[in-house]
């Protein structure tokens, strides 16, 4: 998806005192994405700039699409990051400069790593279904996996289970003795849950990873914050357990992972690690090198906006400039 970072300021609600002083409510803020799409950007926030390698949640839907084209994001491309995508109602076609030409539906899982380089297009189908909701997330790849070969992965097969009133879909990583097929470079937790009725759940965290708590639809509650649709708790590093509570329909995000140490330069599609870095690739964007042209989409390439006029830097875990 094509993304142009913005860091607005976020507050905590008024009266919100969650139990451990690390969690961050993270309510996000809105973000047009191609002609038809607005999205609800959860990070990067000033706050909290990475889950893990998770540097970018962008939540959309539900969204009544019966009537509109749903979908509709052109050729653009990516450097130095996977994308993962999710669907809870909707159909896209995903195609890519490696010649994939692959649609996603409810429960199936999208891996995009760039790599050095890639360009993809995601398109909602001509005849779709009237509703569109789901998640794209991004995951910052370390050295030297960001300089290597592009691929994509489709999963229809994923590890499910119930646990409780909750069933559980693992997307990337591990949990409860199970493992997710999607190959990624970090250590990575992604998992929905989902209630069947009112449920309370105790889940098993790593003390070495950090956490964030995505509500994609219905309610929930973790530390005494009530968790809205299209918010996302940042839940801190060092717990061994999540107790929640979440209404009975309720689609929930959990995100986790090892905190990522490498400094990074988030712009436009690109991730790197200096400034010269990101304007090499949007040279190579604007040149047609690098990134191949996608398959089976006649649409004109979506062209870079201009660099900043200031020095883009690079930037660790906590926001903190380096270099």
């Known amino acids: 998806m094509d993304r142009t970072e913005s860091l607005p300021a976020q507050t905590r609600p008024p009266g919100v005192a969650p139990v451990d002083p690390g969690s961050v409510l993270l309510p996000g803020h809105d973000v047009p994405l191609g002609r038809y799409t607005t999205?609800?950007?959860l990070l990067p926030q000033r706050q909290r700039r990475l889950v893990?390698?998770?540097?970018?949640?962008d939540h959309f839907g539900p969204d009544d699409v019966a009537e509109r084209p749903g979908m509709e994001v052109p050729p653009h491309p990516h450097t130095g990051l996977q994308t993962v995508t999710w669907l809870l109602d909707g159909e896209i076609v995903h195609r890519d400069s490696l010649g994939n030409v692959q649609p996603i539906r409810p429960g199936q899982l999208n891996v995009m790593t760039s790599g050095h380089g890639i360009a993809h297009s995601e398109r909602s189908p001509a005849t779709h279904p009237p509703v569109m909701h789901g998640v794209q997330l991004w995951v910052a790849l370390p050295d030297p996996a960001r300089a290597g070969a592009a691929d994509f992965a489709h999963h229809a097969d994923l590890p499910r289970w119930r646990d409780g009133e909750l069933d559980l879909t693992l997307l990337v990583g591990e949990l409860r003795g199970e493992r997710s097929p999607a190959v990624v470079h970090t250590p990575l937790l992604g998992a929905q849950l989902e209630a069947r009725g009112t449920a309370q759940a105790t889940?098993?965290?790593?003390?070495?990873?950090e956490y964030g708590l995505l509500a994609m639809s219905g309610a929930a509650q973790v530390d005494g914050v009530d968790l809205a649709p299209g918010a996302l708790l940042y839940l801190g590093a060092g717990?061994?357990?999540?107790?929640?509570?979440a209404?009975?329909?309720s689609r929930l995000m959990l995100l986790g992972g090892e905190p990522f140490e490498e400094p990074l330069v988030m712009w436009?599609?690109?991730v790197g690690r200096s400034h010269e870095e990101?304007?090499?690739?949007?040279e190579d964007w604007m040149a047609g090198r690098r990134f191949g042209?996608?398959?089976?989409?006649?649409a004109p390439p979506l062209p870079a906006p201009e660099m900043p006029t200031t020095r883009l830097k690079a930037r660790d875990r906590r926001g903190d400039v380096r270099g």
């Open 39 to 41: 999205v609800r950007r």
């Open 52 to 57: 893990g390698a998770w540097c970018f949640v």
């Open 203 to 209: 889940l098993p965290l790593r003390p070495d990873f």
């Open 239 to 245: 717990r061994d357990r999540l107790d929640l509570r």
């Open 247 to 249: 209404d009975a329909g």
């Open 268 to 270: 436009w599609n690109f």
């Open 278 to 282: 990101v304007a090499t690739a949007r």
């Open 293 to 298: 042209v996608v398959a089976d989409d006649a």
